[in-house]
Every structure is written in C-alpha cells, then in structure tokens.
C-alpha cells in the first residue's frame, strides 16, 4: 500500500492514533487501538483506485442472511482478533452498507473473548498502557505513569498519575478495548464507552453472582452465618479466637466495639500457616485474599469481600479496660454437594436401549467423593433426579429383515409408573388391606399410552401397590348401671341403657345386634307387701340422684361472630317424655352503629348448640278401674306377650336411645335416658304410636359431670358508652370466681391466673363514628391582678374528634353555636393600702456630691384600677421602701478640680505576625502589619472618656469610612494602610500623649506616611518639613528604626531556616509540621518592648561594638521579648533551652522551645542550612546534618539536635554507627543536643542523632573533623588564644587571673527553690536565691554575677503568686419545695448564690472565678409531684389491616399510695402516655391492585347501605366494589 490505501465501496476505515489505514491479506480489517468507521460519500473527494488491486470478491463474503437481504446492509464480516489474549478482551465484527442511501442500523457490534484469568505475573491491563508512555515527555519531563482506577467522571479515558509528584494527567481520551471500567465490576470499555458484562461475560447481560459467588445462582450452595462474641478479660488470658471462617468463604464482615484489637491467622489446605497483624487501617494481601481494614475511634472493622484462600481464624488480643463485643456475618460454602454422574452403560447393545445418571456426594475441599451422609446433612442439599437417555438406537439383525426403531426425540416423553384405584378395603373395621395395579408405561407422540419393561422406569422409585386401611376398633356394646327396682316391695323391674360405642367414644351404629345385652330383668324387693294383691308397679321415687335445675349462662353478641340460642320452647308433651326446641343463631355487633346483625353459621367458630332437647315434666297417670279390672288388664298383658298374638306388639318395642345432655357442665348435674320405639326387624326408630303405651319403660336419670367447676371467668354489666360520638369506651367487671360445689350459693374470687386464657375483654370500643364540631375550652388562666380587678383567659377552639380517635382543629365559623367566652373578670376583692413610689427628691446639695431619696405615697387601688392616697398609718404595717442614690447638681466654686491626667505608657509594639485585631495603649511606638484593625486607647484618670480628642500629626482626626471615634473616646481604624501612618495625639484637657504609628511594608522595610511625603515635597514653600513638624510635637519619628528593622531582618533569617528545614527529604519529616505560619505561634502576635531597654541597645550600637555583637544584642533582645511575653500570657511553661541546660550553652534565639506548638505525630529533625557561629567563650554550634571543619580549637562544640514530635521524641546519639559513650566531658543537654568539650583528633567521626517515639523514628548525621593546632588554650575572662606570649604575660601579669582548663572553667546560674508565698489570696510574692557557679558538680564555689553574664540572661529571683482575689462564694437559704416536679415525689428548690469579700459586701461573680461554686438548685419531697399516670391495658385492635386499624387505653392521673383519680393537669410534669395507637398498619393487598375486605362484617357493610361513606368503603373494597 505504498503511495495510496485502499478505498471500498462505501466504507472507509481510519486509524486516528496511527494516522493510516491497516489492512489485512484477505481484505478484512485487523484490530486496531482507536477507530472511526464513515461512509465514502461524507469524504471531502474520492482517491482514485489502483490499477493494480483487484476488486473484492463477493464468494470471500460471509453469506448473507435473510434478514440482511430485506435490508440494505451486507453479511457480517468475520470476528476480528481479540483484543487481549486473557482477563476478558472484545472482539469486532463489520459490515457494510450496499446502497447509497442511509442504512438503518450499526456497521460494528462486538462480544467478549479470552475470558479466561491472566497468570499472576502478566499485571493490570489499564497499568501497562500508563507505562507505554514512560518514553514520551510530559511538560519537557518524563515521569513513570501509575494508572487512576474507578474514575467517575469518565472511567474508559486513560488517566495516570506521575509517580513522586502525584500529578494526574489523561495521557489518552480512551482506553484499549477490553480495559474494565471499574476494579470490582466486569463492565468493559469499547470504543471509550463502558458496556455492562454480567457475571456470564455476555454483553449486555444483567446475571450477577448470588452471595455464593454462582452466577445467575439461587443462593442455594452456601449459608448465612452470624453470630457474636464477648471478650471475657477475667479469665486472664491476654488473647482469645473469635470465629473460624473456613475455605471459600465469601461476604466477611466483622465489627468489634470496645479497646480490643483483632489478628488474624491462616491456614492453607496443605498445611501452611500465615498470621496477619492489623498495625493500621488500609488493605492487606493474605493467601490470596484481600482484607479491607478500618480503625475508628470506638470501634474495628473487617471486610472480606472473598472468597476466601484459606482457612482464617480471627483472634482478638485483649488490652485491659471494659470487655469488648465482636459481631460477625459471612456466607458459608456448603462444602459436600452432590455431583452429578456421568451416564451408566446402556441398558442393551443394540435396537434402542436407555442408559441412566447417578449422584455422588463430592467434597469441595480435598476433591474427593464422599459417603452420601455428608451431603444429606445439609437441608438446602437437593440430590439431583437421575436422567435417562436413549442408547445404542442402531438395528439389530432379525430373522424376518432388520426391526424398525421410531428414535426418540424431544418431544417423547420418558416412560413413568402409573397406578390403578385402590380397592376398597377388606373390612370396615379392625385392620384390612387395599391394593391396586403400578405398572410402567410409556407414551408415543400421537399421545397413546402402551405398558412397557418395568426397567424403564427404575430410574424413579416404584409406587406402593399395598396400602392398610380401616386400621380403628370396631364398635362394641357399652351397658350403664341399672336403675332401682321399680316397686318398693316385692317383685319388680330395673333397667339399663344399653349404648354402640365406636373407636372415637361416640354412641353411634355398627354393633352386632345378637350380641346386644337386655335392657329389663325383674327384680325383687325383699319387702313384704300387705295387700292381697298390688296393681300395677309403683314407680319409686329414685333415690340416687337429686332433680337439678338446668342453669345454662347467658350469652350477648360481642364484636366476634358467635352463637346466641333463644330460649326453649315448651315441651311437647305434658306428661312424660317429649321434646322441645330453640333457635340458635350466629349473631355479631357492629361496633360501629351499635346493631346486632344475623351472619352465617360457617362464621361463628366452635360447635353449634343444640337446637332441640329431650323433656319430661312428670308421669302419665293411668286411669284405672277398680282392682279387678287391673288385674284383667294384666292377665290380659300375659296372654299377649306369651301368645304374642298382635303382630304390633311382636314388631315394635321401647328402646333406651342414650342420654340427654347433662344438665350443668360441672359440678354435678343429671341426664335423662332417651326412650324411643324402635322397629325390631330394621333397628330403626318409629313412631311411638306403635309402641304400647302401657309398656313403656319408666323415666331414668342418673348424675353427670360431678367432677367440680374450674374457676371460671364472670363478666359483668357493660357501663354506658364514656363519649357519646369519636370513639368511646364501655366497661365491665370480669373477675375470676369459683363456686366450691352446686348447692353452695357462695363464690369465692381468685385470681385471673387461676382462669384459663383468654380474658373476656373488660372494654370495649363504642360509637365510633365522627363528632360535630364543637367548642373545647381549656382551663381558665391565672388572674391579671390578685385584687381590685383582674381578667383571666382561656383558650376556646373549635375541634371535632373523629372516629379513628384523633382530634382535628378547625376554624371557628365549623362550630354552629356560639363560642364560649375566653376571658372573665377576676379578682374583685378589695386591695389592702400599699406604698407607691411616685419620684426622686430634689438633691439634698446645690452643688457638688450629694443625696436623692426616693419618696413613697400610701395609696388605695380600687376595682376601676385608679389609685386613691391613704391615711399613711394604713401602711405603717408594710415594709416602706427606702431608696437612695448620689447626685451632682454642679462643682462648687470654692471646690478644687484634679487635673485630668493621661495614663501613658512608654513601649514599643511590633507586630510579629499576622492577627485580626491589635490593641494599643497611647505613648511610645507602634510598627504594625497592613491590613489589620488597630484600636488606640487613651486611659484617662479625672476626665470623662467621651470628651477625649484626637490628632493626627498635630490635626483633629474625622472620622473616615474605615477609621471611626467611638463615644468611648478611643480609635478603631479597620485594615491599616500605609496612609494611616502618623503620629497619634490623645487631648484630655491640658493633657496630651503621642503615639507614632508605622506601617511595615514588603521586605519588612518601614512604610512612610503620604502626608509625611507630601510636607517634603519640593515647590511648597509654605510647607514645613515634617522633621520640624514632629519636633513642635516633641517626639522622634524615626527614633528606634534601626532596631526595629534588625528584628524584622532577624524574622527573615528565621523563615529562611523554616524553608530549608521544610526542604529535608521526606523520610525526614512530617507533611504536616511547620507548614504554614499557623504552627509559628511560639513567638507572640505583637512584640512589647520597654522604651528603656531599647534606648541601651541604641546605646551599644553607638559604641561600635561590630557587627557580630549587633547580631548577638538583638537575637537577645527578640529572646527577652518572647520570654517576657510568654511569662506575661503565662503561655509558656517552660524556660528558654539557655536556661535550663549547662551555663556554657551560649544565648541564641531559639525559634522551636515554645511548648504547644502544632507537632507532628511521626518524630522529625529541625534541619538548619547554617552553623550559628561560635559563642562567647569560644564554643562552636552546628546544627545536626551539616559537616564540622574544626581549623581552630574551641572550648567546646555543640551539635544542636531539635526533634520535635507527638509524643515528644527520645533522642539518642551513635559514632561511626555505635552507641556513644558519654563522660565528664562528652555529654548531652537536657534538651538532647550533643556537647564536647575540648574537641581533639579522637573525637572525629560520623555523629549520629536519633529521634523515636512510638509512631516512627528519624536521623540526622554530621561529620566531624578536625584540622586545627595541637597546642593548649588558655582562658581568662572572655579571651581565648593559643599558648605563647599572650599566656604567659596573663599569668605573670596578675594573680587574679586563674589558668584554668576542663570543667573548672564552666561558669553557670544555680536556683533555690521558691519560698512560700507571702499571702494566700489578693496577690502575693515568691523569692529565691540565684547564684552564680564556678566548677563542676560537687567541686563548685560560688563566684561574683558578673562572671555568669556569658552563661544567659540571669533567671528572675522574684514572680507574683496566689493572684485570685480573697472573694469567697456565699448562698442563702433554701427556698420553699415548690418548683417543678422532676420525678415521683420529687420538686426543685432554689437559693441564690453570690460572690462577696472578707467584709461581706457582694462583689462581681468574676472575683470568684475559679472557686469552686455552691449548687443554687437541688431536689426536694414535695407532695404535690406524688402523681404519676396510670395506663390500662390496650383495646383489640379495630381491623385487621389497612390504615384504620387503631386500640386505645385508659390513662389516668392517680396519687402513688392512695390511688386517688386527678385531674391531667398534676402530672403535666411527666409527659403523658398516649391513650391511643394505630395498629395492624398492614398493606390489605391494595398495593398489588387486589381489592380485598379487612373486616368481617363488610356484608352487613353492604345491607345497611353504608358503602358510600369512603371509610367503609376503603374497609370494605370488595363488597362495595359494585355500589
């Protein structure tokens, strides 16, 4: 392709990136990074085709598709290449377009490939194509690129971030195809954009991974696991294991609250154990698993996203303290699955066979197969039903030819077992058997069903064909006791009833009736009788049993459908035994409109009562003739039943049919035996009319239910309803009650527990529908005025109760009467005569300081409110109010003023730092920062403030938009500029003082004022210079200029040692130290310096001292300003390092001993760029980290090391890498600064300084060498030199001058301790003693001051002490026990708390800031707080569902002991519980479009025609769906 590409038809292909066309042999195109596809025709113009290629043939295309052929497009091309070999990739297939018009469609589409995992050295896809770039510059740079994952912006641009710098750049707009988009999705970037991948690596595809990791899975192949622990700190171990999590895992959370820490350990299935410490939060790598870490302050927390590698054991290691709680989740792999098989030999080895599958318990951990019981222990294990297939479907050869075998296909349903009825059983009781056919059988394609070999179908188990049946008791005949004779004497009758038990203990059918026992024998009494001959029996009166009275308990509908019976009819019969009836309906109350409506029986629960009942009122009398005819009658009675001549007689007879109910449940009752006719050929009952009459056996009754009545419950009258609309309350007394025996009339009251559950209901909801609106009235308010005329108020609106119980407040034109009035008059009473202050008297002077009196009139208040003046002896009984008050009229002629004086200061303020806000005193100098607010104060003594006048520069000062004059006579100018520069005069009468402000400008050079230019001015020459100017106001303007811009400069050399200290490498310090001028705040805001001290330093400098001593003199100025400011704002705790280490430690300001400054956790090393230069008496100071040329010897050499850290760091110092060895001569500073004293060959090395706490540790070396001379030194005073003349003439010249070497030489300040303070309060003072030493520890001799000038600035020997002021905290009595109720019987009583002096006067309560402060408030027993509220128990819920569904409750204001009912306003002081609660706010199904009823009475709904009201009908949406 030289020279010209290739151009198709209609399609072109770009390369963007590579800016050419690439094509492959077979004329498809090959994969390239980034492509865009566009048609021919939108091209500027066509290249011309070369002569050389061939056209396309069409037979190289992919077929095209039906689809394709009604369209306008052609084939799919072939799929490209993959765009990664592993880890997921795309590939890409293309097609064109065959007309010229616009084709409908994409002319790309894409699929995944090569999802297979990368081997674990190939590395992150998005990580290679950031390193493609390291060999291209960025910003005339290279930069190894680290790639940003999860970007949310754009996740398929290439963003990497430069390593070291942290510079994030977007190297390339897209991404290769194939690249993920997220780190934890499957979501890939194609052609710039994410796709969504499922978890079956589709396209497009929704599948996730269940919480088992199985894609599209049912969460069925593992388990929940949750569980918790508490650490046990009493048992004394120091560590305890928490949970085993085993292999595959997935989902891990744990969460543990308390000051225990979590470990974990691992264990591999080979064996290999791990252990993982968890030091600090982030993420950690373990057998192949990543652990996601977080610390918080209360508590740790362990995700595992999973699944897991190995077999983890969480352990927690107790620290002491509180036991701690660990709650852990995770999913579970159920480690025993069934797998299925594969496919058995088939079943023939030729003409179509079948061929089955197995299942075998496989064991996911060692991969082995298991016995089937370790799969059966998991219920969510499901054994796979085994498949059946065809087999071997070739022909077999055959006598007559080869057999015709009709294939199965897919549409053939497998053959199965089919069973026959059961046949009915062999016997209808006892124990029989039933059977039926189970055959297997196979079903072709037109449906026919045929039987077939049994073995076809054993891939199921075989259907039971014998089944037992009837397996129950037969009935069996079950005879009562008899009854008594029937006749008092001589021979008689008894009977007995005969009863058919079945198996269920039931009198029905199905005996045997030849084995039935008689039911009348004869009896005899063994009692002669005295008439010749007796009539008929006497029926005795049984004395076995006594008549009960049937009592049977009332029953009333309730909101429950149930069945209320009517009362009994008469009986049928008055004489012997009948029957009698009753109606039993199934009846409810409709709460709401307070009816009883009849329901169907199938909604009442329980058994329906009887409706018909056997009577017997008393025995049919016989009218008999005389006792002749009797005894024809029973001749005749004989002859019949031995002749049995009546066919009526021989077919019917008198049967004993059971027993009534007993007449009581319990407690003793009685039932009569039922007598019916009974046909003796069918055993069926008959009309008793075909019975003899005369035979009829007599009435038995026997006693039932003697067992004693359990307690029952006894349910009163209920009570009228408590609201006559919006949902009342009736009530009722249901108590537990027992009655000891039938004929006992007295009932004891137990216990509820002693009754069976449930309780009948004592309460019950009542007209529940809405309220008219009405008026409710609060209570009325207290009274205006306690006397002569008041009003009280009370709050009326207007509310209507609805039936749900709630109350809703409407507007007042709702309520149709009028509105109750809302205030009243009160407090008519007549006022007693008060005092009433009317004004001040005159001043008792006419001049100067005197006396005003408030005076006070005896008046009256009547009703109308108008005061009366009384007779004052009517007020002599009340407390006259007596007030007084200074005055000044005017001063007095002959009086002497005090002059007005000024309370000047003379300091110098400077502004060391940036603030809001900087407040000056008048008198002396101030050099402030741009743009802060300044405020001058002028403290005056015999002047009024507000008259004080102000001067600029010997002009009155106006106030300006940002400069302003208050009324309290000082000035407030907001954000100083150089135009406020000046000198600032304060006028109080005859007084004056200055104040020369001045601005620091850039550089920290002095700003100058534009009116001090513009009086200098050149052509002016009115104007005075503003030299003379400043000196007609007497003051200097550039008095103390020089120092103050030394100091400046000195700020200067500070931050450039700040800068390079910040410069060290990053192992060497700590991102967050010294980092902005916030952590400087060792040095005050604003510097005050003493006029005195700074004219001595003007002093020094006039002599000529050099510049090396200006340097010292003003490094020790800046130290005593600091010093002093820290002692002033008591801010610092500690002294300077100069005056807490060894004497010889040369004075230098030292910017980082200041305490609470903002440290860093990690230790870090102050790194300086410069050595300080040698001290006074010839001792050299370095800085840690820079090198040491020794040319000359020195008395000593300090190597300062400044670690700062949180905590404090630990400095430690090595040589050459070993642990240095201190001595009397090498040794170190409290503050860990090395120190050597005569510095020699043998102390040369490598010095080493060390700084560690528990967060990290730090380093810093220096070099030291030396190269200087090797003679003596000799020092006198503060001179140093070498040995020769000078030596010599100092020690011949004077015998003061000591030669001295070592340790003598050392000269340093020694402090007493404090002595007690002079007072205990009110300011007082300390003292100590302050020498000055010479010679070592133990050898030192006390020398004169001026020897120790060298060591520091000598330490204070006097400080004030116990400052507070002798104020004390006094209280009052306490007050009466009626403030508000905070607990049962509990008020709160006040006393009021003061702050006064030894003289007993109140002072202010800041003069006993700091005293511990008396409780002006406690609790007290009040009588009145002895009520709290008293709840009942809650209503049944109104419905079952829905919204409306509400229970409410009583709730009273009772007295805690006597139980007494009050009104809700005495427990206000405990909110009140609510009497009222939604319930069962269950969706009735109306959300999914189901319209269901939520009541039971929506029928009745329907028949009362209350559907239209929208809250029976939302209650009742199916039965009203029509209405």
């Known amino acids: 392709m030289s020279g010209s590409c290739l151009w198709t038809t209609s399609l072109v292909l770009l390369a963007v990136c590579a800016k050419i066309a690439v094509w492959a042999n077979n004329g498809d195109a090959v994969f390239i990074r980034e492509f865009t596809l566009i048609r021919r025709d939108h091209l500027a113009e066509e290249p011309l085709h070369d002569g050389g290629q061939k056209p396309e043939d069409p037979s190289s295309r992919t077929a095209r598709s039906e689809e394709d052929r009604d369209t306008l497009w052609d084939a799919w091309g072939s799929w490209s290449e993959c765009s990664r070999t592993c880890g997921g990739g795309a ?178 299935l080979q064996g290999v154990r791990d252990e993982l410490v968890l030091d600090r939060p982030g993420q950690y790598y373990i057998e192949n698993t990543t652990v996601d870490y977080q610390k918080l302050s209360d508590k740790e927390v362990l995700r595992i996203t999973g699944p897991l590698g190995a077999d983890f054991t969480v352990k927690v290691q107790f620290t002491g303290g509180t036991d701690s709680v660990v709650q852990y989740i995770y999913y579970q792999p159920i480690i025993h ?85 059961w046949t009915a059983c062999s016997t209808s009781c006892g124990g029989g058997i039933q059977s039926r056919l189970v055959s297997c059988v196979e079903e072709d394609m037109q449906g026919t069903i045929t039987p077939t070999e049994e073995w076809k179908c054993l891939y199921s188990p075989k259907t039971a064909i014998l089944q037992p049946c009837n397996t129950f008791d037969c009935p069996t005949w079950l005879a009562q006791e008899w009854s008594p004779c029937t006749v008092t004497c001589g021979q008689g009758l008894r009977y007995r009833v005969v009863l058919c038990i079945d198996h269920r203990g039931l009198h029905a059918g199905g005996c045997n009736p030849t084995t039935k026992p008689h039911i009348k024998e004869e009896c005899l009494v063994t009692v002669p009788c005295y008439k010749s001959k007796d009539t008929l029996p006497v029926e005795a009166k049984p004395v076995w049993h006594k008549q009960a009275i049937e009592l049977e308990e009332e029953v009333t509908a309730s909101e429950e459908p149930t069945f209320i019976p009517g009362p009994w009819q008469p009986c049928s019969r008055t004489c012997g035994a009948g029957t009698q009836h009753r109606t039993v309906k199934c009846q409810v109350l409709l709460s709401f409109s307070q009816t009883i409506v009849d329901v169907p029986d199938d909604e009442c629960e329980g058994v329906k009562p009887a409706t018909s009942q056997p009577c017997y009122s008393s025995p049919c009398s016989v009218d008999l003739g005389e006792a002749g005819e009797s005894e024809e009658v029973e001749e005749e009675e004989e002859e019949e039943e031995k002749g049995g001549t009546l066919q009526r007689e021989e077919l019917h007879d008198w049967e004993y049919e059971g027993f009534t109910e007993c007449s009581e449940s319990c407690g003793g009752g009685v039932q009569e035996a039922v007598v019916i006719c009974l046909n003796k050929q069918t055993r069926e009952a008959a009309d008793q009319s075909l019975c003899v009459s005369s035979r009829r056996p007599p009435r038995l009754l026997q006693d039932c239910k003697t067992q004693p009545c359990p307690p029952r419950w006894e349910t009163g009258e209920w009570s009228s309803c408590s609201a006559t609309c919006g949902v009342g309350l009736m009530i009722r007394t249901v108590v537990c009650t027992h009655r000891p025996s039938r004929d006992s009339n007295h009932t004891l009251v137990l216990r509820d527990e002693d009754c069976q559950n449930p309780k009948p209901s004592p309460l019950q909801a009542c007209n529940r529908f809405d309220c008219p609106p009405m008026w409710d009235t609060h209570d009325w308010g207290q009274c205006s005025q306690s006397c002569g005329g008041g009003v009280q108020r009370r709050q009326v609106l207007c509310k209507q109760r609805l039936a749900d119980g709630s109350i809703l407040e409407l507007p007042d034109t709702f309520c149709p009467t009028k509105s109750p009035t809302s205030q009243q008059p009160c407090g008519e009473k007549e006022c007693p005569p008060e005092w009433v202050t009317t004004s001040w008297s005159q001043c008792s002077v006419t001049c100067g300081n005197g006396i005003q009196t408030l005076q006070a009139v005896c008046r009256k208040k009547e009703v109308n409110g108008r005061y009366l003046t009384a007779d004052p002896k009517n007020c002599s009984l009340l407390a006259r109010l007596n007030r007084i008050r200074p005055c000044f009229f005017k001063p007095c002629e002959n009086s002497v003023k005090p002059d007005a004086t000024i309370l000047s200061q003379k300091k110098v303020y400077i502004q060391w730092r940036k603030g809001k806000k900087v407040h000056l005193g008048i008198g002396g100098y101030a050099y402030i ?40 006579g000082y000035v407030k100018i907001h954000q100083v500029r150089a135009s406020d520069a000046g000198i600032y005069t304060c006028v109080a009468g005859e007084a004056q003082e200055h104040l020369v402000l001045q601005i620091i400008g850039s550089k920290q050079k002095l700003s100058v004022a534009e009116s001090m230019l513009r009086r200098q001015k050149v052509g002016r020459p009115d104007a005075i210079s503003a030299q003379e100017r400043f000196q007609e106001l007497h003051i200097s303007l550039n008095r103390y200029d020089a120092i103050i811009e030394r100091l400046l400069n000195h ?122 230069g040698e001290g006074p008496q010839s001792e050299m100071i370095v800085y840690v980290g820079m090198p040491v040329f020794l040319q000359k010897p020195v008395v000593s050499l300090v190597l300062k090391c400044e670690a700062v850290g949180n905590p404090d760091p630990s400095v430690t110092w090595t040589k050459n890498g070993k642990e240095l060895r201190y001595s009397s001569r090498v040794g170190l500073f409290p503050t860990g600064s090395l120190r050597i004293q005569y510095p020699s060959k043998g102390d040369e090395g490598l010095y080493t300084c060390t700084a560690r706490n528990r967060f990290g540790r730090t380093s810093l070396s220096s070099s030291v060498q030396i190269t200087g001379g090797k003679g003596r030194i000799c020092v006198q005073g503060n001179s140093v030199g070498a040995n020769g003349l000078a030596c010599s003439e100092r ?146 819920c109104t419905a079952t569902c829905g919204r409306h569904g509400f229970q409410s409750r009583q709730v009273t204001c009772v007295h805690l002991r006597t139980g007494k009912a009050f009104r809700d306003r005495h427990c206000t002081w405990r909110p009140r519980p609510a009497s009222w609660q939604r319930c069962n706010i269950l969706s009735c199904g109306r959300a999914g479009g189901i319209c269901r009823d939520s009541t039971r009475y929506c029928e009745k709904v329907r028949q009362l025609e209350l559907c239209l009201l929208p809250h029976f009908k939302s209650r009742c949406c199916f039965s009203c769906r029509n209405t």
């Open 91 to 268: 590939s890409y297939s293309l097609r064109r377009c065959l007309s010229s018009k616009t084709c409908e469609g994409q002319n790309i589409k894409y699929r995944t490939c090569s999802n297979v995992d990368c081997p674990s050295d190939a590395g992150d896809f998005r990580a290679q194509q950031c390193s493609a770039h390291a060999d291209e510059q960025y910003q005339d740079q290279y930069h190894e690129w680290l790639p940003v994952y999860n970007d949310p912006d754009n996740p398929c641009a290439l963003k990497c971030k430069a390593k070291g710098s942290g510079l994030v750049v977007e190297l390339a707009p897209k991404v290769l195809d194939g690249t993920r988009c997220y780190t934890e999705s499957l979501d890939m970037c194609i052609s710039g954009i994410c796709q969504i991948v499922g978890c079956d690596h589709e396209l497009g595809s929704t599948a996730t991974e269940d919480n088992c990791g199985v894609c599209n899975g049912d969460g069925s192949s593992c388990r929940l696991v949750r569980g918790h622990y508490k650490s046990q700190h009493s048992s004394g171990k120091t560590e305890d294991t928490v949970v085993i999590i085993p292999y595959k895992s997935r989902h891990v959370r744990l969460i543990l609250k308390g000051p225990d820490h979590l470990y974990m350990e691992s264990k591999t």
């Open 337 to 421: 699955r069934w797998r299925e098989t594969d496919f058995f030999p088939c079943s023939v080895t030729c003409g179509g066979g079948y061929q089955l599958t197995s299942a075998e318990c496989y064991d996911l951990r060692s991969g082995r197969v298991v016995v089937d019981q370790y799969c059966h222990y998991y219920p969510e294990n499901v054994k796979p039903k085994p498949k059946l297939q065809e087999c071997n479907m070739e022909l077999c050869l055959d006598s007559d030819g080869y057999k015709e075998i009709m294939p199965y296909d897919q549409y053939h349903p497998l053959p199965r077992w089919e069973s026959s009825p």
């Open 1051 to 1172: 700020k200067e050399s500070i931050r450039d040692e700040k800068y390079i200290a910040d410069k060290s490498p990053a192992s060497e310090k700590n991102s967050s130290t010294l980092e902005d001028e916030g952590s400087e705040i060792y040095i005050p805001e604003v510097l005050v310096a003493d006029t005195r001290r700074l004219e001595e330093i003007m002093k020094n400098f006039a002599e000529d001292l050099g510049g090396l001593r200006e340097e010292q003199l003003i490094a020790q100025l800046l130290s005593e300003l600091t010093v002093a400011q820290g002692e002033t704002n008591e801010s610092t705790l500690h002294p300077p390092e100069s005056a807490e280490s060894s004497t010889q430690e040369p004075l230098h300001y030292k910017p980082n001993t200041k305490v609470h400054t903002a440290r860093p956790r990690n230790p870090l090393i102050i790194q300086r760029s410069k050595k300080i």
């Open 929 to 968: 920062l741009p743009w802060t607010t300044v405020v001058l104060r002028c403290p005056t003594r015999h002047f009024r403030k507000g008259q004080i006048h102000w001067l600029k520069e010997g002009k009155p000062l106006v106030n300006l938009p940002h400069l302003s004059i208050t009324s309290l």
């Open 1291 to 1436: 020690r011949n010249g004077s015998r003061s001058a000591e030669l001295c070497q070592g340790q003598a030489c050392l000269f340093r300040w020694r402090v007493d301790a404090w002595s007690p303070c002079s007072a205990t309060c009110g300011g007082g003072a300390q003292t100590r003693i302050v020498r000055c030493m010479k010679g070592p520890e133990g050898r030192s001799e006390e020398v004169e001051s001026p020897n120790c000038l060298g060591a520091g600035r000598k330490p204070s020997d006097a400080r004030p002490c116990n400052l507070l002021p002798c104020a004390r905290w006094a209280t009052t009595s306490w007050g009466p026990c009626h403030g508000r109720c905070v607990g049962p019987s509990l008020a709160t009583q006040h006393r009021y708390v003061y702050c006064q002096d030894p003289n007993g006067t109140r002072v202010p309560h800041r003069m006993c800031t700091g005293l511990h402060r008396p409780s002006s408030l406690r609790n007290c027993t009040a009588e009145a707080c002895a009520l709290q509220w008293l709840v009942g128990p809650w209503t049944q």
